[in-house]
């Protein structure tokens, strides 16, 4: 019987370092399945925060040639009447309109002022102006354009608004 009983413990053992294995072996598969889905998570969340980057990363450059821009809509407010017709004021209006369509392209828009209600999100107030029998916070003037870039501000507009 002592065989019998070797045989049988020997197996036992044999059955428990199998569960045991099989357990670890369990435990193992479950962390290594957490840990693909933690880095499939990741690795999701930084292509997100890589096309956010992108499309923002240009933000500093576009800030730069706004003033550009700005001169350019000065010149065009300045110019006499009976100069518009003339070609060579038309080719460096046709510059302007060119850095208008870049601009449109890379997602910047122009923020809509003159009779529009004051928004302190996306306008600057440089001046209140008293006008009788009309409403207050109405903007009457644009001094400097404002942008939005895909949808987030870029520069507020600068305006006068009726007091």
């Known amino acids: 019987m002592t065989e019998e009983k070797k045989e049988t413990n020997g197996a036992e053992d044999l059955k428990k370092k199998l569960e045991e ?3 670890k072996v369990a ?5 290594w399945q957490r840990a693909r889905a933690d880095f499939l998570n990741y690795k999701k969340e930084e292509v997100e ?3 956010i980057f992108l499309k923002y990363a240009g933000e500093e450059f576009i800030l730069k040639i706004l003033p550009i ?3 350019f809509d000065l010149a065009k407010k300045k110019l006499p009447e009976d100069s518009k017709n003339n070609e060579d004021i038309k080719g460096l209006l046709q510059i302007k309109t060119q850095f208008s369509d870049f601009l449109k392209n890379e997602g910047v828009e122009e923020i809509k002022t003159v009779g529009e209600k004051f928004d302190p999100n996306l306008h600057e107030a440089v001046e209140e102006v008293e006008l009788k029998n009309k409403d207050s ?5 644009e001094v400097q354009k404002g942008y939005k870039i895909n949808g987030r501000l ?4 600068k305006v006068k608004v009726i007091k």
């Open 154 to 157: 870029l520069r507020p507009a």
């Open 27 to 31: 435990e193992y598969l479950a962390g």
């Open 21 to 23: 294995g099989e357990k």
């Open 69 to 71: 821009l700005d001169n």
């Open 49 to 51: 925060r890589m096309e």
């Open 137 to 141: 916070g109405i903007i009457i003037e």
